[in-house]
């Protein structure tokens, strides 16, 4: 399937629609934007039924607070994907939680591990259009913005999971960012 | 070439370039729960470091665009289809309650901020600053002065539910004229233009906040129900380059 960019002016145009509360524009901004935020979704959750749960709240969220839009401030794209991935963090908090709580038919976070909609998640993940600028960055540089960013992983999570001290984690993050920006910004 | 030393220092936020790497680690969201709590307390005040985070949501959507979409099943979109209906209709009339939380970080931040002890600045340059409040004294947004008086910028506190089709509206009253400036947010940021002729007493102006509903015309003499109102304060020590 093919999925096109979406137009950042017809986007913005859709949202001052939303915004009137029309359905229809809700329609076709899903249209535009679902794949892109179903796969930011994905990246975070690893489990496609909680993802599409998520997924219908992100739209209801968008539907609700389009007239919160601006566009002197955030591209359309930027403005949903910071709602999507904040709600899809949230939710994987709720979901350590209540797993830490006993539950037992939560989502199953396992970073780890390897079950079945791990599997499918990353075969849908395995991007084949990865940014130069993030090919630029150092492999341990990549993995620890990658893991806060998609995983909401802190710098203690971190230094324990790559079994690192925290201030060399902590190197690697600002000195990740401060690539990604050096690269990034002649760009924008 | 090998990396340099380890870093284990938390961000100075009174340097700037520091501010701007602190901005990174905010959208990431790896900063500690005190220097977070440090940044917001910034944040809410500075024009300077909202454009600081919102450069860095740009930079680093390159992550979100590196995944390839996955079309989401077709299903989906009937479920929202459904939800939006009655949800526009839905809404509880809970009003104005804020949770005590709110408040006390609000408070938190505040003094955060005047603490930090930046250059003073002349008082006809100072930001101003006002603070929208419930009938519970709880803030519900801060409206803040451009310093050449051309513009506000409200950052949301915690939006007030309102019944469907109501909205808040920012109104400001010099002398006996009125100008209508702008509807409140539900949520994050918003910078509304002043009129040309408030400018130069804009820090004199009175705040008035009504409930009216969302097509009502701006007319002062059809406005809603008067919800709060009051004066601009100087905020002498803002380090605000707005």
Redesign the interface.
Known sequence: ?K?ETPDPNQLQQLLKRCQQ?E?KA??AL?KAT???L???L??ILRNESH??DC??QV??KV???A??Y?A????P??WM??IA?NQA?DWLRRYKNDRLNDSDDVLVYQPDSKSQTDTIAEQ????????K??QELKDTQRQC??L???E????HE?SERLEQ????V??W???G??R??SC??PA? | MSEPRNIVEPYDLTDPESRHQAAGEYVLNTLTSREKASFEALLAFSHDLQADVQQWREHLQVLDRSLTPVAPPAKLWKQIEQQIQPARKGFGLKFWQLSSMVSFSFALALTSVLLLKPPMLNSDMADHLYVVNTPEHKPAWLVNTSMDRSHLMIQTVKPAELPDGKICKLWLKVGDKYAMIGTLPHSGLIKFDVPQWIQSDLVQAQIIISIDSINSDNNPDDMGPVVDKGDFMPLEGSIRRF
């Not at chain 1, 002197?72 to 591209?75: H, N, T, W």
């Not at chain 1, 001290?165 to 060399?168: A, I, N, Q």
Request: aromatic fraction near 12%.
């Open positions: 399937m999925f509360q359905p809700l329609k899903y679902s794949s892109h179903f796969a930011v994905l990246r993802a599409e997924l219908q739209y209801l539907w609700n607070s007239g919160q601006n002197d401030i955030a591209r794209m930027t994907n910071t991935r963090l849908w993940q395995t991007s084949t259009q990865v940014h600028c993030l913005i990658e806060a960013y998609f909401g992983y802190s710098h971190l001290p925290l201030g060399t902590k190197t993050i600002r000195r960012l401060e990604l920006k990034l910004s924008i």
